[in-house]
């Protein structure tokens, strides 16, 4: 009986374990630009504004992007559901620079939502992600903000080069500190 006792106690914590598992992000040793060229953790994003604004001190970009590729079937419908077909998501943040900090994949083990830790984040980020190329979108949450796309002037590029490839790539500026301001009001003076 007391062995009884053991295992159902240990499948118990086991299931328990899996219920309050977080999906976290897998951390990469390589970005992508949006020009599909590689970017080493370190290096300095070029003129691609579609991917990262320089936004000033104590800022940071998140940037999620999503990309679907393939030989298409002749005659066959376009969708990442046929053979020949892959698609595949990635994140990666950059400073106010546009210097790669961290690129990140989500974990195929798991859906949404996402967790992210890294030791120049003040705070931890929570990413929800559609990643559907036609329409991608995220929320993520960090510090005593929310940001989406749609919101706080983020934002999704799409390029298409209507044969092999589909891709997008979304952006949206958050303050490393994690606390976002009020914006202030200046009382307006008449002086008639």
Do not use: W
């Amino acid at each position: 009986m007391k062995n009884f006792q053991q295992a159902v106690f240990l499948s118990a914590a086991a299931l328990f374990s899996l219920i309050a598992a977080e999906c976290d992000v897998v951390p990469l040793t390589v970005g992508t630009d949006g020009k599909g060229n590689s970017l080493n953790i370190g290096d300095v994003l070029g003129d691609q504004p579609d991917m990262c604004d320089s936004q000033g001190d104590g800022q940071y970009t998140f940037v999620m992007t999503v990309a679907m590729g393939g030989l298409p079937i002749p005659g066959g419908p376009i969708t990442p559901g046929f053979p020949g077909y892959v698609s595949s998501a990635s994140y990666m943040i950059f400073d106010n620079g546009c210097k790669l900090l961290g690129a990140y994949s989500p974990n195929g083990d798991c859906n949404s939502p996402y967790t992210l830790e890294d030791n120049y984040l003040a705070d931890v980020m929570t990413i929800q992600s559609f990643t559907d190329v036609g329409d991608p979108s995220f929320t993520f949450y960090y510090g005593n903000g929310k940001f989406s796309t749609g919101n706080n002037h983020c934002g999704c590029a799409t390029t298409d080069d209507s044969l092999t490839k589909v891709a997008a790539a979304c952006k949206c500026a958050f303050p490393q500190n994690g606390v976002l301001s009020k914006r202030g009001f200046q009382a307006i003076q008449y002086t008639g």
